[in-house]
Structures are given as C-alpha cells and as structure tokens.
C-alpha cells in the first residue's frame, strides 16, 4: 500500500486499476482510481467510510456505486436508490468520501471536484 499526500497530511491509500468490490477491510484506505472504474459500495453499514480519489488526471472516470436497495445522500443529489455517484473526466485528486448510515444509505461527507448522480 502507498502513501499518497494530497495535502500536507500522508494518507493510507490502495491503487485502483480496474472494477472493484469494496469491502470492510478497505475502510480507512484511500482507494486511488488511475483508470476508469466503477467502484461497488456493500451494503451501508453504520460508521463504516470509504474514500475515493482521482489519480488519474482527466481522462478517468470513475463510478461509485451503492448496493440497489441504498442510496448516496448529500452532494446536492436527489435522493434515489441505486444511484451512482460520478467523477467524469474530473482532475487528479478529486475526492468522494462516504459515511453509512446503517439504514438508507450512504452519507457524502466530503467532496472535492464536480461528482455528479447517475440519471
């Protein structure tokens, strides 16, 4: 695992190089995307977070996907179930962090970028 530093602060993270299932060992960990990929939330789970981040200048893109009974709320999205939420073509370095909420879904509690829900 690597420590990427998109601040002044060093950060646990995990290169990303294709579709990926998250799981509970991946809390905590930085998930750096370098190619377009879609990234699979499980099911929300109380406190449980994951980062997401853009290593790969413009031309990734990059989809966070909930499990189909959750959704993503925050962001100024429009509450939905099984909804994405995406990075298209963003900048390295943008970021999307969630935070379950044990019951509906998943909480954005940080964003940096222009992440956008799937229509």
């Given at each position: 695992?690597?420590?990427?530093?998109?601040?002044?602060?060093?950060?646990?993270?995990?290169?990303?190089?294709?579709?990926?299932?998250?799981?509970?060992?991946?809390?905590?960990?930085?998930?750096?995307?370098t190619v377009s990929a879609t990234l699979t939330l499980p099911s929300?789970?109380?406190?449980?977070?994951?980062?997401?981040?853009?290593?790969?200048?413009?031309?990734?893109?990059?989809?966070?996907?909930?499990?189909?009974?959750?959704?993503?709320?925050?962001?100024?999205?429009?509450?939905?179930?099984?909804?994405?939420?995406?990075?298209?073509?963003?900048?390295?370095?943008?970021?999307?962090?969630?935070?379950?909420?044990?019951?509906?879904?998943?909480?954005?509690?940080?964003?940096?970028?222009?992440?956008?829900?799937?229509?």
């Open positions: 695992m690597a420590l990427m530093q998109p601040t002044n602060v060093a950060v646990q993270s995990e290169e990303v190089t294709g579709a990926k299932t998250l799981a509970e060992a991946n809390v905590g960990i930085a998930q750096l995307v929300t789970s109380v406190e449980a977070s994951f980062t997401i981040v853009n290593g790969g200048q413009k031309s990734v893109t990059i989809s966070l996907s909930p499990a189909a009974a959750d959704k993503i709320i925050g962001n100024g999205f429009t509450s939905a179930d099984n909804k994405d939420a995406v990075n298209t073509l963003g900048n390295y370095g943008d970021s999307f962090t969630v935070t379950g909420n044990g019951t509906t879904g998943w909480v954005v509690s940080k964003v940096q970028g222009t992440w956008t829900r799937e229509a």
